[in-house]
């Protein structure tokens, strides 16, 4: 019963916010950077639900306006890390050799990084914006996905039911496609939705460090970032894109995971 | 006097599904110094009854009705407290798996003794003194020294020895042993369930011995109760219940228990050997592992085996765990590497065959393995699994592959309404059909039997044996058929070979071997394995074993 | 000659000690591919890294471009170039910075004492934290109380650790005055930014031990305890504690490394000195030799973590030291 109140909460959540990411002007009109100098500050409103910032613009069409570019670069790192990592880690769970051997100890090292670290040292030669963002951090996350995958492959390899299949003469082909992938996939698109939260979290982390988007299209990140210095003020600059975040990133790990484990490492 | 009385005993369990009744209406008793053997197969409550009368039942559990009296004491309803007086101190407990069943991060020592420390019973440098003595009592040797060694560091056999002792410590009067030697081989089995009858004598015990195997409960209780989905439906002297059993279900588990002596069913004796040349011939095949954490140094788990088999012939064999049989299938299914050797099928050298040729010929050789449910892919209907085989050496159109399956569960006595189903829907006899018919479907000569039938419960174990034994003569199929149990074996063999440390210690046919075996080995091996009386009307008890249990 | 032999073989006996050995040995290929990717980082610059180092709008001069090419060590062949950088880094000698010329190591030794005890208060209030909410929620009977412990710690990671902590200071700092907002002064400077960062590690830590828990107590050992007539709390700390403990630690050493990762966004957030702000500073000023100091730094900070966690490992683990089957 609880569990049916959650995901339908967080499906609503999830629609919302991609109507705000496809369609913002439909819910905040009017340019987002709009500024209103005799109306700094104003706390939460009927007219302004999330309140004003320091130049008088409204944070509830900033946020709005923010989704797109926020969610966007999540999803696009994990695809990256979903389709590097797995590729990667199927090669390391079926090749029996020293190839994978190999791999699979490259990317434990890898995987000793820290993402953000990783990312940052990536941001560090490819310079900022979303689409560095969002590369930095599927490079970052790939060897996580490749040693989920690697350790599927390996699980479903053992099984006797893939020694039945080779004993049958079934080909080698056949077995990953049939008997391997299918019954990997599962796991793998559960931790993808994991990581996409991770990964929007991370991304905002990176806005927030000064790496994001430039103004205009501010993500989340940047707008508590921007916010920061008047927090004594104006807590709730800062305060809106934050709990968007953590909505978001609820909303996608409950529907994911289905009550099941976590996101697998602590965003920063 | 009476020690423990269970009387029209009823537990559920509450599950997502609402409640399941695990226990129907059981009853039973045991005097003092005496062995009372609860026999049931898999799902009849057994265990169910052992943890209610340790009043460990759990949360989700609730006792319906009945009543469990304690040496005269009612224990129904006693509150959380007063039980846990009782336990360890009234009433032990030695459980299945000896392994899980010991801490791993605590010493031996320390495990022993721990209900007198619980209990306030000994602490110190005598808890440990008793302790040491109970496992002197339970038949390990040294105990000071295994006294201080972590359970990992101990064989089977003596973990279970260290749970006996442990069980014993604080002297209860009563030992409940659950399954205590079914994880074990039989030799040690033998061992174990000596010693407990030795120290229930000293010591006046009385035990409550659950187990699934009717030999073995004949062979070592006083009295049998016999457990059916929870309802207690026989319960009389041992001699009594196994060779005139009165209810249906008696009557069916006891046709359906393997016998080692006495006359083999048709299935072994029906010889069809050819003195034709082998279909399979293998010769000095050995297999070394390399040991983790030393270098060089190799494990030799299959020591120059060499047999035979011919077309049409059943080969049994047998030996207990690590006596690398299982090693010795894998490769003559190409699943492994020998390190030495030659696998001769026909005129074919099986070993220098590679890729596509390696494909090819395993079209002759088909394996079936030892668990069912994962020996078949959980995302494949029975449809898909069966014509797997077939899709891959493209024999027939969708059509005509569809019609084989038809006849494949047929053949193996299954409904085609099953079709549609995944491997997760059906039971484990359904399941194990399913991978027989998988194994039938293109036409093999060699089929290689991993211990099939151990997953089983012993009247699914009956119905599977008879049914690969048919197959076997109306097919002509050759059998390479692995088990640790004798009586399988002999219900199902022409010619058994017996293995021991990776090499075969004795050979010949079934009857022979397995009756009045020559090596010393295989002699110790027969005499472990708990039997019972010949089958008095076979005919008969077999029609009824099928109307009984076709529902299963 | 026996007695020589055991003598020799002696510290190979010791657990611990082979543990040890085994451990730094393999640390030094860690040690390696980090020095390697710290190496190729400059070379993965798309085009000429000069070019991406050096401000666009500033016109450089040839000069001045090849002074950098050189400072960057990218004069020579590329082999070349690789043996002189590992020879460098293996004499301690990080380089220098690109922006304020000082030695990288110099600014790792003035930066990494404030991180560490950030990541150390931190990792102890997780450490502490996750261990009591675990054995309440295996313990308690109270089933609020149980959901709450299950369901917050993995909630807790879905709000960004910049928030969070902006959140706390304006609560804690601006709201309450109890502590001060920024800064690295006393003890009281620290509570905050180590609250912060230990909020996402005690939820990583406490899903592990939680689920070690729980696992143990599914054991038959634990059944058998309750056999004998032990408590709930015999049961839960004599059996399953140590038990559960076993699967944390394994992954302890992952906590730690991205405490000190996390440590980028706190000493941002709460503008403490330390390792994680100079390399954000080093990285959106594309100082290059400045981000190759630090990779080679967290790269030995793993291994260091590394082999602490295995000679743990080796104390909490019987099975891990003492042979398989000895007696079988």
């Known amino acids: ?268 | 006097m009476t020690v423990l009385s269970v009387d029209r005993l009823a537990v559920s369990y509450a599950t997502r599904n609402g409640s399941v009744e695990a226990v129907r209406d059981a009853s039973l008793t045991i005097e003092r110094g005496e062995t009372v053997a609860l026999v049931g197969e898999s799902g009849s409550g057994k265990s169910t009854i052992a943890l209610a009368t340790l009043g460990l039942l759990g949360e989700q559990a609730r006792i319906g009705h009945g009543s469990i009296a304690l040496n005269g004491r009612e224990l129904v309803g006693l509150d959380e407290a007063e039980l846990r007086k009782l336990r360890g101190v009234e009433i032990g407990y030695v459980p299945q798996d000896p392994l899980a069943a010991l801490n791993p991060v605590q010493r031996i020592g320390a495990q022993v003794a721990e209900t007198l420390v619980i209990h306030g019973l000994a602490s110190g440098r005598e808890a440990q003194a008793r302790a040491l003595e109970a496992m002197e009592h339970a038949g390990l040797r040294q105990p000071d020294v295994l006294a201080k060694l972590y359970p990992h560091e101990l064989s089977g056999g003596m973990r279970q020895r260290v749970l006996i002792a442990s069980a014993m410590v604080a002297r209860p009067g009563l030992i409940v042993a659950d399954e205590p030697t079914s994880a074990l081989d039989v030799t040690v089995q033998r061992q174990i369930l000596d010693q407990l009858e030795l120290l229930k004598r000293e010591l006046g015990l009385s035990i409550l011995f659950i187990t699934h195997d009717l030999a073995l409960a004949a062979q070592r209780a006083a009295r049998v109760v016999v457990l059916q989905d929870g309802n207690s439906v026989e319960h009389g002297p041992a001699a009594d219940v196994l060779t005139r059993p009165r209810h249906p279900y008696s009557k069916a588990l006891v046709a359906s228990a393997p016998r080692l002596r006495g006359d083999a069913p048709a299935a072994a004796t029906t010889s069809r050997r050819q003195p034709s040349p082998p279909l399979l011939r293998v010769e000095g095949l050995v297999k070394e592992f390399a040991l983790r954490g030393q270098r060089g140094a190799r494990r030799r788990a299959v020591d120059g085996v060499s047999f035979t088999i011919g077309r049409g012939e059943t080969l049994g064999l047998v030996g207990e765990s690590g006596s690398g049989k299982t090693t010795a299938a894998r490769i003559v299914l190409r699943l492994l590497e020998p390190s030495e050797g030659t696998v001769a099928f026909g005129d074919q050298d099986l070993l220098a065959l590679r890729g596509e040729e390696l494909r090819q010929a395993r079209r002759h050789v088909q394996p079936i393995f030892q668990d069912p449910l994962t020996a078949l892919d959980p995302r494949f209907s029975v449809e898909q699994t069966i014509a797997e085989p077939l899709r891959a050496f493209r024999d027939g159109d969708r059509q005509q592959r569809r019609a084989r399956v038809r006849e494949l569960l047929d053949a193996v006595r299954l409904p085609e309404a099953l079709a549609t189903r995944r491997s997760t829907q059906l039971s484990g006899g359904q399941r194990q059909r399913v991978a027989i018919a998988r194994a039938l479907a293109l036409r093999p000569d060699l089929v290689v039997c991993d211990e099939i039938v151990s997953a089983l419960d012993v009247s699914v174990q009956a119905q599977i044996l008879s049914l690969l034994g048919d197959l076997q003569r109306d097919l002509g199929v050759s059998l390479l058929f692995i088990s640790h149990d004798l009586a399988v074996v002999r219900s199902i063999a022409h010619r058994v070979c017996v293995m021991s440390n990776g090499a075969i210690v004795e050979e010949g046919d079934s009857a022979s071997v397995l009756l009045a075996p020559a090596h010393p080995y295989t002699q110790a091996l027969v005499d472990a394995v708990p039997d019972l009386p010949p089958a008095d009307q076979e005919d008969q008890t077999w029609t009824s074993v099928s109307s009984t249990l076709a529902r299963r | 000659m026996a007695r020589r032999l055991t003598a020799a073989t002696g510290l190979l006996r010791n657990p611990l000690a082979r543990v040890l050995i085994g451990r730094v040995l393999a640390g030094v290929p860690v040690v390696f591919a980090a020095m390697t990717l710290s190496f190729m980082l400059v070379h993965l610059l798309p085009g000429d890294p000069v070019n991406a180092v050096l401000d666009p709008t500033s016109s450089p001069t040839p000069e001045q471009r090849e002074n950098l090419r050189h400072q960057l060590g990218l004069d020579g062949s590329l082999p070349r170039q690789f043996a002189d950088y590992a020879g460098r880094v293996a004499h301690g000698d990080l380089g220098h910075s690109i922006q304020s010329g000082r030695a990288v190591s110099t600014m790792i030794g003035d930066t990494i004492g404030p991180s560490l005890q950030l990541a150390g208060a931190a990792l102890v209030l997780a450490l502490i934290a996750s261990c009591a909410i675990s054995l309440i929620q295996v313990s308690t009977r109270h089933r609020p109380i149980r959901a709450l412990a299950t369901i917050l710690p993995p909630a807790s990671l879905a709000f960004p650790g910049y928030w969070v902590g902006i959140v706390l200071m304006s609560i804690f700092a601006f709201g309450l005055g109890w502590f001060p907002a920024t800064g690295a002064d006393g003890l009281s400077a620290l509570v905050l930014p180590a609250v912060t960062l230990a909020i996402p590690a005690t939820a990583f830590l406490t899903r592990v031990l939680s689920a070690g828990l729980q696992e143990a107590l599914a054991q038959p050992y634990v059944l058998i305890a309750r056999a004998k007539g032990a408590t709930p709390r015999r049961v839960v700390l004599r059996h399953a504690f140590r038990n559960g403990l076993i699967p944390t630690i394994t992954v302890a050493g992952l906590a730690i490394s991205y405490l000190l990762a996390g440590a980028v966004i706190t000493e941002t957030v709460f503008a403490r000195p330390g390792i994680g702000r100079t390399v954000v500073a080093a990285v959106s000023q594309h100082d290059i030799p400045v981000v190759q100091g630090f990779v080679m730094l967290f790269a030995v900070v793993f291994v260091v973590v590394n082999i602490v966690i295995d000679l743990l490992y080796v104390v909490a683990d019987p099975r891990i030291t003492t042979g398989r089957a000895a007696l079988a």
């Open chain 1, 1 to 268: 019963m609880i569990r049916r109140v959650t995901i339908g909460l967080a499906l609503v959540v999830v629609a919302v916010f991609v109507v705000w990411a496809i369609v913002p002007g439909m819910i905040a009109p009017g340019e987002p950077g709009t500024t209103d100098l005799l109306n700094t500050f104003a706390s939460p409103s009927w007219a302004h639900p999330f309140g004003t910032d320091d130049l008088g613009r409204d944070v509830f069409d900033r946020v709005v306006h923010g989704t797109r570019s926020s969610i966007l670069v999540g999803l696009g790192a994990t695809l990256i890390s979903l389709l590097l990592g797995g590729t990667v880690g199927l090669v390391c769970g079926l090749s029996r050799g020293w190839l994978g051997q190999a791999l699979a100890r490259v990317v434990d090292m890898l995987m000793s990084f820290p993402g953000l670290l990783m990312a940052l040292t990536i941001i560090s030669v490819v310079g900022s914006g979303s689409r560095n963002i969002a590369l930095a951090l599927g490079v970052a996350s790939l060897p996580a996905f490749a040693r989920l995958v690697r350790g599927e492959v390996l699980r479903v390899r053992d099984q006797p039911f893939i020694d039945a299949a080779v004993g049958a003469g079934v080909r080698r082909s056949a077995i990953v496609i049939r008997h391997v992938i299918p019954n990997v996939a599962g796991a793998i698109l559960a931790f993808a939705g994991i990581a996409l939260g991770i990964d929007i979290i991370a991304a905002s982390s990176l806005s927030f460090l000064g790496f994001g988007p430039a103004l205009p299209a501010a993500d989340w990140g940047s707008l508590i970032a921007g916010g920061r210095d008047s927090v004594s003020d104006a807590w709730w600059i800062t305060f809106f894109p934050g709990l968007m975040v953590a909505l978001v990133v609820l909303a996608v790990t409950r529907l994911s995971s289905r009550g099941g484990a976590g996101p697998l490492e602590p965003a920063a």
